[in-house]
């Protein structure tokens, strides 16, 4: 009896893997939203026209040259390891898609933007572990999220634009619980019933922007993303009877677990893009990411057995299990410099563009180069907790395609991005204050290679 009751435990803890969802962050923040932002390295806070403003700048919207349909779709292969050995963090992979709707009202310039991310994977995953087991915490798992973002942009003054909205995240959460007897001797006689119901949730955090046009030299923008959390909660229930050695035992077992998940800091990111000369563009980004603000997601359980055995029946319960003593992840702010460059190729005869005030060649090839570098915030893990990170470089590359007025029924822009971009992670040793941590010493490193396209049509 009591090997089976300690047993209920790790059936209900596989429940909640089934049905809770896992995510710090979306994709977007980790691999760039759109093609053109990937090669740039997402070094496009005053310089995103397209759908990915919706995530680096809403500003940027009204300056769509006009109606515009994206569709794209990125993979990153993650290879992080802890001593040498992969620790499987997941790879991402999944379409991206947006739609920039410009006009006016009266005289004013406005523009209505969606953006989305939907992993092809499945909507959310987990991986439940103590806050003691090593693991990759900023990428374990963490863009497996569907992510939607709408946003509205208007140009008041000839050199002012400012944009802001919501974007949403969405998960599952639900619940789990069995009914029946079970048979001890004979588990094929038992009659149990399950039920799982899981419904999908989203959270919702603002993202705003403001752009300043500096005469023909460029764009100084300025964004700010809005903190998030997602609290989770599980009630899980097992009543029934269970059949031992012909008595019958009244059981009931109760577990509840509450913890916070897709955590994502509040940041604010300054930028600049200038054109110093004809088709060379360079832009600068510099963010500040409020990771101090960090929650851990450890989760906070609960459980409680009862039974009812017959007189002259010993059993031994199982005691309730001590609650987790949560130590604080004390997470560091940081700055991320990220640094962008692109130059156009042009050929062919110039046409008439819809939505440019000049005309253009037939065809552009861009070329697209960027860079950023984002110090690790996770402190040193000298204690009990083991939230593994290291230092992220980032070197990305891209090109495009872009055929102006390629058709009458087209007289805007048919455009083909692509990017691919390589994250070094150095080594990074953690030493244990206690030379008696189960844990031990360890060493973490890694490399993250992304790379994807995005094709857009412009009326």
Not at 81 to 90: E, P, S, T
Not at 162 to 179: E, H, N
Not at 351 to 362: E, I, N, Q, T, Y
């Amino acid at each position: 009896m009591t090997k089976h009751a300690r047993s209920l435990l790790p059936t209900l803890a596989a429940a909640w893997l089934l049905v809770a969802p896992e995510a710090h962050a979306s994709a977007p923040g980790t691999y760039g939203m759109g093609s053109r932002a990937g090669a740039l390295s997402g070094a496009v806070t005053a310089d995103a026209p397209d759908f990915s403003g919706c995530f680096y700048n809403p500003a940027g919207l009204v300056s769509a040259p006009g109606l515009e349909l994206s569709l794209g779709y990125v993979y990153a292969d993650n290879r992080l390891r802890i001593n040498g050995k992969d620790n499987d963090v997941a790879d991402v992979h999944g379409l991206m898609a947006g739609i920039v709707a410009p006009g006016k009202i009266l005289s004013l310039p406005f523009a209505f933007g969606i953006a989305t991310y939907i992993p092809d994977n499945g909507l959310s995953r987990i991986r439940a572990l103590r806050q003691e087991t090593p693991r990759w915490e900023l990428y374990n798992d963490r863009p497996t999220i569907l992510f939607l973002s709408v946003h509205l942009a208007v140009r008041p003054l000839p050199w002012l634009e400012l944009g802001g909205g919501l974007a949403f995240l969405a998960a599952t959460r639900g619940r789990f619980g069995i009914r029946g007897e079970a048979n001890v001797l004979s588990p094929y006689d038992s009659q149990l019933s399950h039920e799982v119901d899981a419904d999908l949730t989203s959270i919702r955090y603002p993202i705003a922007g403001a752009r300043v046009k500096l005469g023909r030299f460029g764009y100084l923008g300025v964004a700010y993303r809005g903190q998030t959390k997602l609290d989770l909660a599980l009630q899980a229930n097992l009543e029934g009877v269970v059949d031992f050695a012909g008595v019958d035992v009244p059981l009931r077992y109760t577990l509840e677990t509450r913890t916070l998940d897709a955590f994502q800091p509040q940041q604010v990111v300054l930028g600049l893009s200038f054109q110093a000369v004809p088709r060379l563009r360079a832009n600068f980004d510099l963010g500040w990411v409020n990771w101090s603000a960090y929650e851990s997601p450890t989760p906070r359980t609960s459980a409680h057995l009862e039974a009812e055995p017959p007189p002259g029946v010993g059993v031994e319960l199982p005691e309730d299990p001590k609650p987790v003593v949560i130590v604080p992840p004390a997470f560091q702010d940081r700055f991320v410099p990220r640094l962008g460059v692109e130059y156009v190729l042009a050929f062919g005869a110039e046409r008439r563009v819809s939505g440019r005030d000049a005309p253009a060649k037939a065809v552009e090839i861009p070329l697209r180069a960027g860079y950023a570098y984002e110090r690790s915030p996770v402190p040193p893990q000298e204690g009990p907790t083991n939230f593994v990170d290291a230092d992220r470089h980032t070197i990305s590359l891209g090109a495009g395609l872009v055929l102006n007025a390629p058709f009458s029924v087209l007289r805007g822009a048919l455009r083909l991005d692509t990017h691919v971009a390589l994250s070094v992670l150095p080594e990074r040793v953690t030493q244990k204050a206690n030379p008696a941590d189960f844990v031990g010493d360890y060493r973490a490193d890694g490399t993250m290679i992304a790379g994807g396209a995005t094709l857009t049509a412009s009326f």
